[in-house]
Nanobody, 120 residues
Framework: QVQLVESGGGLVQPGGSLRLSCVAS????????MAWFRQGPGKEREFVAT???????SVRDSLKGRFTASRHNANNTATLQINNLKPEDTAVYYC??????????????WGQGTQVTVSS
């Protein structure tokens, strides 16, 4: 089993920044993908970024330039740096692991989510 705990969400004004963190515990995530997804109010859960064990990452095209994802295998942590936040970024952000690519349904392990609210 894998346990994932996110932190770092909050209320921020448009144009602000946040850094989300996800700490994994339990069995090793070696050779497994970690990922970030988000779900806005009344919206489907959507892919944000995937992080490979080797360090490679993939960010949703529409978020590139503002979202940066990174993974730190030494301490089982994944981070999501979000800059120039917009109201449409308001969502619960989830960390996930053990799945494949952009399909959230393929991920068996999930954190509880951290709320990001962008509002003036």
């Amino acid at each position: 089993q894998v346990q994932l705990v996110e932190s770092g969400g909050g209320l921020v004004q448009p144009g602000g920044s946040l850094r989300l963190s996800c700490v994994a515990s339990g069995r090793t995530l070696r050779n497994n993908i970690m990922a970030w997804f988000r779900q806005g109010p009344g919206k489907e859960r959507e892919f944000v970024a995937t992080l490979h064990w080797t360090g490679g990452s993939s960010v949703r095209d529409s978020l590139k330039g503002r979202f940066t994802a990174s993974r730190h295998n030494a301490n089982n942590t994944a981070t999501l740096q979000i800059n120039n936040l917009k109201p449409e970024d308001t969502a619960v952000y989830y960390c996930a692991a053990g799945g494949a690519g952009y399909n959230w349904r393929s991920y068996p392990y999930w954190g509880q989510g951290t709320q990001v609210t962008v509002s003036s």
